[in-house]
């Protein structure tokens, strides 16, 4: 759990390189730059859900809970689609698909970074 900042601090410039590969047709509109900012923007916008997260789960075991866990990440979900559409500006289907994309590109990348630091933790442990 001490690794989980760092690892989204180095999926961050990776995240925003996938954007820039998803919308590199469109380079008169952005550079590399301006996909970095949205990313910046978006994972600000992930830590405060990550908070409303970790406040719900010191709710009581109630429906209310257990409504604001699952609807919590989904609303993530809905809130990255709504900036994409709106800062890229392209069709709903070209978002859709660049959408898709990017969540199995990210997830990726975040497998691999979780990966890294597992087994650096790991070897951390093991050697004191």
């Known amino acids: 759990l001490h690794s989980i900042s760092k690892g989204y601090f180095i999926s961050l410039p990776a995240f925003a ?18 996909h970095a900012i949205f990313a910046i923007h978006f994972y600000s916008v992930v830590f405060i859900f990550l908070l409303l997260w970790a406040v719900a789960f010191h709710l009581p075991e109630n429906i209310i809970r257990n409504a604001l866990t699952i609807l919590i990440p989904i609303g993530l979900l809905v809130y990255l689609f709504i900036a994409m559409q709106r800062f890229y500006g392209q069709a709903w289907y070209k978002t859709v698909f660049k959408y898709i994309l990017l969540i199995i590109g990210t997830s990726f990348i975040l497998a691999i970074i979780t990966a890294i630091l597992v087994f650096n933790s790991m070897f951390y442990l093991s050697s004191h």
């Open 17 to 34: 390189l996938l954007l820039w590969l998803l919308y590199i047709r469109r380079k008169n509109m952005h550079c590399y730059v301006s």
